[in-house]
């Protein structure tokens, strides 16, 4: 099958440092090359495949110090890949809604993958003006808040099992909090349950120019009136693998309705459990009291943590390899490339062809 991947041009492909949309397209990439197929991947200059680069821009797009509108770079994109269309059996897009006017004539061998939050009232009007684009979720929860439109599935990311190894045994036995530092993402929450339990917190987090204030007012004063608190700041692959795996448990303390949560099976595949709020995609993620522990109050966190911290680190890890891993991801969306009327339409018109040809030999 022949596949375009149009992905985000704000960080490359895998992103040097934080970015789940283009690490999931990046797995989603490599797996499906090494299953057989001709993947094309529209991305930012940088980026680093098996697939056939496209390169959309010189380097991802928050690293280039010159770029301060994204929208033409995107839209460049776009028209490299309108121009190319026809090449390609499927179209799979990874960008939210920019390209929705764009693949009308062919949206019936396209499918978009909605990676963000879909709550936002102004998101309401556009989903309702196109319908009949196929659309796939990243949780089932992350589709309450959406008006009537072409759901073609559900697909729970999935990653490498080879990226990030198991460890039976945490080395150092601190807390962890990986992710963005926003107010939605609650670090607050996390400083506090360490406190409460004693237990030393590490933070790897990225801090977004929109999120500065809340960094500078509120975080920023918490981390450093906690002795027991370490703000590393951005980290790397490799650095996320030590990071994970050192941990006596990740703390999930989001206070939003998380689409999926990509850092919560990245500690599942290091065997670290997970105490995670009640909230968006976490019950979908998390098997309460096998993969992690699930709390609604900031009380039943600091009193289940004890619980957290006794699950079976192997069980951790098997329930990753049961459910989140990138061929399991990979054949999920096979499922709905061939499913697609498009796809579906073309598949008849190449078994007819065969079957002309047959006939036409036999006579």
């Not at 041009?9 to 690490?23: D, Q």
């Not at 004063?221 to 490799?238: K, L």
Request: net charge negative; with cysteine; hydrophobic share 45%.
């Amino acid at each position: 099958m022949k596949i375009a991947q149009i992905a985000p041009l704000a960080e490359s492909v895998p992103p040097k440092l934080y970015g789940g949309t283009e690490r999931i397209v990046s797995y989603l990439t490599e797996e499906l090359v090494r299953q057989g197929h001709d993947v094309t991947l529209f991305a930012s200059g940088d980026s680093v495949t098996k697939a056939k680069l496209v390169p959309c821009s010189s380097i991802a797009l928050r690293l280039n110090a010159t770029v301060s509108d994204h929208i033409p770079h995107q839209i460049i994109m776009l028209e490299e890949v309108r121009r190319r269309a026809h090449e390609f059996d499927v179209l799979h897009f990874h960008i939210d809604l920019i390209h929705f006017p764009l693949i009308r004539d062919f949206a019936d061998r396209t499918v978009t993958t909605l990676h963000g939050r879909l709550d936002l009232p102004d998101l309401q009007p556009f989903y309702r003006i196109f319908p009949d684009v196929p659309v796939v979720s990243i949780s089932n929860d992350q589709r309450r808040p959406m008006p009537p439109v072409n759901w073609r599935g559900t697909v729970y990311h999935g990653l490498d099992k080879n990226v990030l190894a198991f460890r039976a045994e945490p080395i150092r036995g601190y807390l962890a909090f990986l992710g963005r530092v926003s107010p939605e993402k609650r670090p607050d929450r996390a400083i506090e349950i360490a406190s409460q339990v004693g237990m030393p917190l590490k933070i790897a987090a990225k801090v977004d120019a929109a999120d500065k204030a809340y960094w500078e007012t509120v975080i920023e004063p918490m981390v450093a009136s906690h002795p027991n608190v370490e703000f590393i700041g951005e980290i790397d692959e490799r650095e996320k693998a030590d990071f994970l795996g050192d941990a006596a448990a990740l703390l999930f303390p989001i206070d939003w309705p998380e689409p999926f949560g990509l850092v919560m099976i990245e500690a599942m595949a290091c065997g670290t459990p997970v105490l995670a709020f009640r909230c968006g995609s976490a019950p979908e993620v998390i098997e309460d009291g096998v993969s992690g522990v699930l709390v609604d109050t900031m009380t039943e966190a600091v009193e289940k943590l004890e619980w957290a911290l006794k699950l079976d680190r192997r069980k951790v890890r098997e329930a990753f390899e049961r459910r989140f891993t990138a061929e399991r991801m990979m054949r999920d969306y096979l499922e709905i490339y061939r499913d697609l009327p498009g796809v579906r339409t073309q598949a008849a018109a190449a078994r007819r062809a065969v079957g002309e040809r047959i006939d036409l030999h036999v006579a």
